[in-house]
């Protein structure tokens, strides 16, 4: 299997869960061609170099996957399509130092996914007696 990276700029327009529709659904492309999607860069909203569809800004979204050839045909076929993308790029990535590249920027992706996790998990519970605590002053 070869090691792909395709990052991708959605409108800026669209709301969060949009956003993530649309991102979930080129997620769904690369599944059904039988590539294995190694790690995921939301990289959020940035401004762009220069206006795209009258876009100054857009979310950017980076999949590193592994699959072959065919893959990038289907997964190329529906970004184009989809109106909500604005821009897209596709890296193949081939010789040892290429690889080695991949594999730290990999390493870096999953990191940076991983990090925000505990910190949303600590945050929870501090969020959960909160909303209680205003119930239980509503209701006395």
């Known amino acids: 299997m070869t090691c792909y990276e395709t990052l991708f700029v959605v409108k800026p327009t669209l709301t969060d869960e949009e956003t993530a529709a649309q991102i979930t659904k080129i997620k769904d492309v690369l599944a059904k061609e039988g590539a294995e999607l190694v790690a ?30 065919t893959v990038i045909n289907e997964l190329e076929r529906n970004l184009k399509i989809n ?34 996790a505990p910190e949303a998990k600590t945050a929870e519970p501090e969020a959960t007696p909160a909303p209680e605590a205003a119930a239980e002053t509503t209701e006395a």
């Open 83 to 116: 109106e909500d993308v604005i821009k897209f790029l596709t890296v193949k990535y081939v010789k040892n130092k290429e690889i080695a590249q991949f594999d730290k920027l990999v390493a870096a992706a999953t990191k940076k996914s991983e990090a925000p």
């Open 40 to 69: 995921t860069d939301d990289m959020g909203m940035r401004k762009l170099a220069y206006p795209v569809q009258k876009n100054d800004r857009g979310y950017y979204t980076v999949l590193f996957y592994k699959g072959e050839g």
